[in-house]
């Protein structure tokens, strides 16, 4: 039997306007105990994740202002994926197609010129780059200096790391990741706000954009009837 896989959706929110900003998606697969993050993106098979994405994408786009997607650097160099991606922001449009690129750790190793000149393609085609998870696997700085100067946002996820946010590490963390953004002009979204003093102390370090279980829990996104015949083919 083929594996199942959805969207689920969860809001980013604009701290200065209260309002929702967008919606990131994130994949997940079904499973005899429910849906579950899947043990690995790069195996989803291509075709189906483009199909489910374009789908998605379709529901989303009177929403919002800007939506979300994960993907690996592997899933990146996909044809098929990143043809995908371009149909996405063309019936998204006027809303901005952003492509999460995230710290996993692809079974292959991708020169950055390769990634670069996908990462181009994007912006062409009127998308925007987010650096995911930036700080952790393979989105250190130094891994990923040369794409900053393309993205027009870096993402730190406080969940990746086992110290809590109180402390005075972790604020340093986010500390450092601010002043990259500020250096580079791009949006810093802190992920990972799940308590009210997380988002008082979000708010005392200058971080607008946010996002967690404080303002909303990923839920299945609800897809039109005929979907399931478009995605089955």
């Not at 998606?25 to 079904?30: A, E, N, S, T």
């Not at 200096?145 to 604020?171: C, G, T, V």
């Not at 971080?207 to 404080?214: F, M, T």
Request: a negative charge.
């Amino acid at each position: 039997m083929e594996p199942v896989y959805r969207f689920f959706v969860q809001p980013q929110i604009d701290t200065q306007t209260k309002m929702i900003s967008g919606f990131e998606l994130l994949i997940r697969q079904k499973t005899a105990q429910g849906w579950r993050l899947p043990d690995s993106f790069d195996d989803i098979d291509p075709e189906v994740f483009a199909k489910l994405l374009v789908v998605t994408t379709r529901v989303l786009a009177p929403k919002v202002e800007q939506c979300s997607v994960n993907i690996s650097r592997q899933q990146l160099m996909t044809t098929t994926i990143a043809n995908a991606l371009v149909k996405c922001q063309e019936q998204l449009y006027p809303t901005k197609l952003v492509v999460e690129l995230t710290e996993d750790e692809s079974t292959q190793t991708y020169c950055t010129d390769s990634v670069l000149k996908h990462i181009k393609t994007f912006l062409q085609n009127g998308m925007e780059v987010s650096l995911d998870d930036v700080g952790s696997g393979e989105n250190y700085f130094t891994e990923i200096r040369e794409l900053l100067p393309y993205a027009s946002e870096i993402k730190f996820a406080l969940q990746n790391f086992k110290q809590d946010f109180q402390e005075p590490e972790m604020q340093r963390r986010v500390h450092f990741w601010r002043a990259i953004s500020a250096e580079y002009g791009v949006r810093l979204v802190l992920e990972g706000i799940e308590t009210q003093a997380d988002n008082q102390l979000s708010k005392k370090i200058g971080i607008e954009v946010k996002q967690g279980y404080y303002f909303g829990k990923p839920r299945l996104l609800t897809l039109p009837q005929n979907s399931e015949r478009i995605l089955a083919h």
